[in-house]
């Protein structure tokens, strides 16, 4: 009886081996450095790495060319270093002039009646009372015509007098403007959910429903739904924004015990300073194609695929961020550190030149001139390097992953380069995202889909504040105050970047 025989190509099956076992090891580094590494992407190098000590062939001349006979005894020489005297600390800031000033004078326990005052010691110290409700109590007197012009008394209901009502936000609730700006700054900006803001007001004695909270947020949210269709109108008028998307839980009425996974789609604007927020229940390009689909100009992008579409798209142009091409690199470390480090060394190189416009205060067409002188060479030898190096990687290795992202998208990662308006990154939009991840550790979800919404609509307002440096509180009290009887078609008057220009609070 013959055996069977096979053929086994032992060399192939090695090399697939060999491959996994890299890519697994990759995985393992990635895995470690999530659970205990620094979350930071700073990278300092020690020395510089040039493209020719990249090459394997030379490291390998070179490792066999060393020999333990070789090593000689190195001799040094001790510095001492010399000790500059410690700076004297400036001492405390001083308090803000603004705030109010309780006096309390301590005299001494002796009798001064016959002593000279020579002077005083003052000491400051910061005291705080916690913030109080308090009852505003509208009083409209009613006053009773008891005979007319002629001097004949008037019929009873007719010579009644009253001054008229003042506006309120929601003439129906409970709650003045002040209150309801609270509630929402709690909640959108320090993310303290409406439940714990319940138990605050119980210490204070003061009961109210988590319902009725609830309709306090719907009711403010449905007062400023004209600035936020402002807000919009006017973000998606400009010729420049950065995009982005994070989820958010939503309860769903035909998902019973579970949530849904909706989306904050992003718009930022880092000339005009503002932010704009749409929840939409998915991922998909309906979002972005939806709402962008009058807006022309350059798009920022992370590099997701949805915003490919836009690519198509002959008054848009789509540019990607070199802080998401870095990190490949920087993650990329454990699998091949030489490539890395000059990898990163380049990046660095380009951020320097960043630093500079930014430390200077470069006008966009200094700064395009600068861009053009030191950025534009380095981007090209970059990516030249980048084609030469990819050919001797494995592709599916973090180092491979990482130079075939780049690559691809080099065209759109160095159009930054080409206008001084431009960001290198697309960062400014993630920034803004921040406080929103913040947020829903808090509240764990929004409870459907119009409520997602409302937060959204919130969350770009009260972002635009921060980004223009407005106290958030304080416009959206003024805001709920004046809404109702501000014109509907001088409504951009109470965005947030114009509220400087009509207020000196």
Known sequence: MQALTTDIDYKSLCEQLQAENTFLKQELAQLKKIIFGSKQERFVANDAI???????????EAIAAVKITDAKKISYTKLTKEITPAKLHPGRNPLPEHLERREQIIEPADDTSLLKKIGEEVTEELEYEPGK???????????????????????????????????????????????????????????????????????????????????????????ITPLYE???????????????????????????????????????????????????SGRGREGPQQILQNFKGFLQTDGYSVYDFFKEKEDITVLHCMAHARRMFYE????????????????ASLYAIERT????????????????????????????????????TLPKSTI??????????????????TDGKLNIDNNPVENSIRPVAIGRKNYLFAGSHEAAQRSAMLYSLLGTCKLNGINPFIWLRETLRRIATHPI???EELLPQNFKLNNNQ
């Open 50 to 60: 040039t493209p020719e000590q990249l090459s394997l062939n030379l490291q390998a």
């Open 133 to 223: 409700l308090f009852v505003n109590k509208i009083v409209r007197p009613k006053y009773a015509r008891l005979t007319g012009s002629s001097g004949q008394a008037k019929p009873a209901g007719e010579g009644v007098l009253i001054a008229p009502m003042i506006e309120r936000p929601l003439p129906k609730a409970i709650a003045g403007p002040g209150l309801l700006a609270q509630i929402c700054i709690d909640k959108y900006v320090d993310h303290l959910p409406l439940h714990r803001q319940m138990e605050r007001f119980k210490r204070d004695g003061v009961n109210m429903a988590y319902s009725t909270l609830t309709d306090m947020v719907s009711g403010t949210c449905s007062l």
């Open 230 to 280: 402002a807000l919009k109108n006017y973000t998606l008028r400009l010729d420049y924004l950065h995009a982005d998307e994070t989820p958010i839980k939503v309860l769903d009425k035909d998902k019973k015990g579970q949530t849904h996974r909706g989306y904050f789609w992003v718009y930022h604007s880092s000339v005009e300073k503002l932010v704009l927020f749409d929840y939409q």
């Open 332 to 347: 990329a470390q454990a699998n091949d550190a030489d490539r890395s480090d000059y990898a990163l060394q380049q990046f």
């Open 357 to 392: 416009i930014k430390q200077q205060q470069l006008t966009p067409e200094k700064a395009l001139q600068l861009r053009q002188q030191q950025a534009i060479p380095i981007l090209q030898s970059f990516g030249q390097w980048m084609k030469e190096q990819y050919v001797q």
């Open 400 to 417: 491979g992953k990482a130079l075939g992202y780049s690559i691809e998208r080099w065209n759109e990662l160095s159009i930054y380069a």
């Open 489 to 491: 078609n001088k409504i």
